[in-house]
Structures are given as structure tokens and as C-alpha cells.
């Protein structure tokens, strides 16, 4: 290793080039795109797409309840069927007696005897017979 001194005469890349070699130069830091970004907050949060992304979230608790996250409206309310908006589907919920017991801007639960809960792209409304 050299030692420098206040004697030489030397500018400071000249010294920077002796100690680390001719490598030395500054580089720009490459800025990332939006989908880099979200990937690395994918990765470091440890969470799916799906939730970053806003997709609904569903928790059924026996048969009895369910409880619907990140919807959008409740499009359809009668006792046998309950038919909730999400973002990019229609989530049916038929059953007999069935209630929303509670409903906030990002969640609502459903009580009664669940039997089905399917999705389908459009809303079909139900004929009365």
C-alpha cells in the first residue's frame, strides 16, 4: 500500500486511480420501475399479489358465517341469496336465513345456513317465479 503525503502534487483521482485501480469512475444508480418496486415490497412484507392488489378476501367459519373483505357493493339481498360485488366478480352466497350482520366500507358478514358460495363475471338477477 502507498502511503500519500501532502507533498505530492497529485490531484484526488489520480490518488483514487493508485489505490483502487483504473476501475474508479462514478456510476448512476439505475432508478426501477413501478413493478420492481412492488415486487421488492412483495418480498419484503412477505404478503401475495392478490392482497396488495386489493383482491377480495373470504373467511368462512363453519357454515354459518362468512366474512367478505375488500368488496365492492352488495348488489342482491334476500333471505336465500346474497349477492356481493368485488372487484372483478360477482361473489353468490345462497343459503336459507342468511343476514349481513355488519357491513363497513371494507368488510361485511353474512350469518345463516351457507350452502353455496360461487363467482360468476356478470350479475344474473334472479326470476321470480
Known sequence: M???????KKNHRSVAKLLIGNRFRLRKRKTSNKDE???KIINRLNITEDV?????????V???NLVIENYVKVVDYEE????????KNYL??????????YITDEELRISGRIENIYFKFKYIKQEEV
Not at 502507498?2 to 505530492?8: A, D, E, G, R
Not at 396488495?52 to 368462512?60: K, Y
Request: aromatic share 2%.
Open 2 to 8: 502507498h502511503v500519500l503525503h501532502s507533498k505530492h
Open 37 to 39: 418496486v412492488i415486487d
Open 52 to 60: 396488495l392488489n386489493g383482491a377480495e378476501i373470504i373467511s368462512l
Open 62 to 64: 363453519g357454515k354459518r
Open 80 to 87: 336465500d341469496r346474497i349477492v356481493v360485488k368485488t372487484k
Open 92 to 101: 353468490y352466497v345462497e343459503g336459507s336465513n342468511l343476514k349481513i350482520e
